[in-house]
């Protein structure tokens, strides 16, 4: 490819870069940021509110039933659970999604071995709203989940556009990889941050992706791989029988995994709603479980499973998104990483403001002798 060609498709690109970082950038600005926090929310809700997790031992010792009733109870007394979440690997309180009519869903703390309430978080809680910001902008009902897919998508371009730009004419040499003589301090802080960090900001937009569209990633996942079945859509044949209790669902899923403990619990939706049963099987060390049951509350029929030993390339791939997402790999340092990646959109977006707008300065300073000349 000729000079000319090299000079104006890194032209183009410069504009791709610049006009992504201006526009949808801004968003993921706050999207990176509010990620950083949500990598360390167990963390920080701890340190805020140490009551909701003043547990007085680790024994189950009430019915699923039992605490999905007291939690109900707290929510303006009529709440209705959706899920319950068992402490997974650690000592912690069961967590109890419970949503008031039609709005928005809380979480109530209870004690394992008592059942006490020991705090409620509402959607107005700082962290439950972070994350809502982050996973949808607040406002998953107008497609907000969406739009935090498009930002990603322009993120991931930014990344990978940012690493074309940042090469070296002559390729890697000594000193490429840090500050390079001759460049302004704040060109040298973007290209640098920019270099070292675009590999995770890449890979956090990539797995944002996967995650706010989660139909097509598997349309294209399912190009190379065989899949397990979506439980998405998986219904509970009609009936008007008596549903047997969240208890009995998580007996009848256990039985399936001998050594395996269960972990989460979603609750039917509707009349044709089914159980969702999480475990852990015996051995399995990664950050989320990939193990579910789903159970017809009315037949106790078991209408799908997913397990280790039938999950194929495909569906590991899907599960690690999510795990890489969250900064579940190589323990606090994984999260540290993944942290400072959410860090990097704010700071690469303000040096890169202040180099465009030296460089808007400078054509106009060398446009000024022209004009008094002609004018002359």
């Known amino acids: 490819m000729g000079k000319s060609k090299l000079a104006g498709l890194r032209a183009f690109w410069v504009q791709i870069h610049l006009w992504l970082g201006l526009s949808l950038g801004v968003v993921g600005v706050f999207i990176g940021l509010s990620g950083s926090i949500l990598v360390f929310d167990h963390a920080i809700d701890t340190r805020l509110n140490p009551q909701r997790y003043a547990i007085s031992g680790a024994q189950i010792a009430l019915p699923l039933s039992g605490y999905a009733e007291r939690a109900a109870q707290v929510v303006e007394g009529k709440g209705r659970p959706t899920a319950i979440r068992l402490p997974d690997g650690e000592d912690g309180p069961i967590i109890v999604f419970v949503r008031?009519?039609?709005?928005?869903?809380?979480?109530?703390?209870?004690?394992?071995?008592?059942?006490?309430?020991?705090?409620?978080?509402?959607?107005?809680?700082?962290?439950?709203?972070?994350?809502?910001?982050?996973?949808?902008?607040?406002?998953?009902?107008?497609?907000?989940?969406?739009?935090?897919?498009?930002?990603?998508?322009?993120?991931?371009?930014?990344?990978?556009?940012?690493?074309?730009?940042?090469?070296?004419?002559?390729?890697?040499?000594?000193?490429?990889?840090?500050?390079?003589?001759?460049?302004?301090?704040?060109?040298?802080?973007?290209?640098?941050?920019?270099?070292?960090?675009?590999?995770?900001?890449?890979?956090?937009?990539?797995?944002?992706?996967?995650?706010?569209?989660?139909?097509?990633?598997?349309?294209?996942?399912?190009?190379?791989?065989?899949?397990?079945?979506?439980?998405?859509?998986?219904?509970?044949?009609?009936?008007?029988?008596?549903?047997?209790?969240?208890?009995?669902?998580a007996v009848l899923a256990s039985t399936l995994y001998p050594g395996a403990s269960v972990i989460g619990l979603g609750l039917p939706a509707g009349p044709r709603g089914v159980y969702r049963v999480n475990l852990r099987e015996a051995g399995d060390i990664t950050p989320r479980s990939g193990t579910m049951v789903l159970i017809d509350p009315r037949t106790r029929a078991i209408l799908q499973r997913t397990e280790r030993s039938a999950r194929t390339a495909g569906d590991g791939f899907i599960l690690w998104q999510r795990i890489l997402h969250e900064g579940g790999v190589l323990g606090i340092p994984g999260r540290v990483v993944t942290a400072l990646g959410g860090l990097l959109p704010p700071v690469l977006m303000v040096t890169g403001l202040l180099m465009w707008l030296r460089k808007r300065r400078v054509r106009r300073a060398s446009r000024l002798p022209a004009v008094a000349s002609t004018q002359g």
């Open 100 to 249: 008031a009519g039609t709005g928005p869903f809380h979480r109530v703390y209870l004690d394992p071995p008592s059942g006490r309430v020991l705090g409620t978080a509402s959607p107005s809680d700082a962290l439950l709203w972070i994350r809502s910001f982050h996973d949808s902008l607040t406002v998953r009902e107008y497609s907000g989940r969406e739009i935090v897919g498009v930002v990603g998508i322009a993120m991931l371009i930014s990344s990978l556009s940012g690493i074309y730009l940042w090469w070296p004419a002559r390729g890697i040499g000594r000193g490429a990889l840090g500050f390079r003589p001759g460049f302004t301090l704040i060109r040298n802080l973007h290209y640098t941050f920019g270099f070292w960090g675009s590999l995770v900001l890449a890979m956090l937009s990539f797995t944002g992706i996967f995650i706010a569209f989660p139909d097509a990633g598997r349309s294209v996942v399912s190009v190379f791989d065989a899949l397990s079945p979506s439980p998405r859509g998986v219904q509970a044949a009609e009936g008007t029988g008596q549903p047997i209790a969240p208890e009995e669902a």
